[in-house]
């Protein structure tokens, strides 16, 4: 009796951990588009890796993929390979990654955390005091807005993401448009 009550959670636990694997791959279908595309609002402002204020329109002309996480954050710890491994495969169309983290340590608890996950493509955002994320309504972490050159949102995913597998890297480029001028392609 006892083996087959074993066998039978360890079915449950398996199948539930296979549920837990294909809702962390999740792709373009759960974007939320916006195909008018949402301005955003005015002056948000967030740092870069040495603390100076940045705006979204430094970005203008770019596609951006901004992503809201932390390192305390398992989802978003999870993802963050995926998101380096797109900053790659995108940035030569000039479109860019932005992971903006909320931990409130800064560069103290973010810089060792890409060195220890040997994030080599992504640079260091932050958006420390939450901010940012207020005024663009994010509610939980990891979430990411996807902005077209024009910088305005066009779609949005809540959780978790396969942001390297090859439809989601399309469902990007189609979102964010066209190639971008030369003007705009070089590094920020």
Not at 147 to 152: H, I, K, M, N, W
Request: aromatic fraction near 6%; charged fraction near 25%; proline fraction near 6%.
């Amino acid at each position: 009796m006892r083996r087959k009550l074993f066998a039978a959670l360890g079915g449950t636990l398996a199948t539930a951990a296979t549920a837990r694997q294909a809702a962390a791959a999740a792709g373009p279908e759960k974007l939320r588009e916006t195909p008018e595309g949402r301005p955003l609002p005015e002056n948000l402002v967030f740092q870069d890796a040495d603390g100076r204020e940045t705006r979204f329109d430094a970005f203008r002309g770019k596609g951006l993929v901004v992503n809201f996480w932390a390192t305390w954050c398992p989802p978003c710890v999870a993802e963050m390979p995926a998101l380096d491994r797109a900053q790659a495969a995108l940035s030569p169309q000039g479109i860019e990654v932005l992971a903006l983290s909320s931990d409130r340590a800064g560069r103290g608890v973010v810089e060792p955390f890409y060195r220890r996950t040997e994030l080599q493509h992504l640079k260091m955002w932050f958006d420390a005091r939450g901010a940012t994320g207020r005024a663009l309504g994010i509610r939980g972490l990891p979430t990411t807005l996807i902005l077209d050159r024009g910088g305005r949102e066009v779609a949005r995913l809540e959780g978790e993401a396969a942001w390297d597998s090859p439809a989601m890297l399309a469902a990007i480029r189609r979102l964010v448009g066209g190639a971008a001028p030369a003007s705009t392609t070089s590094s920020t």
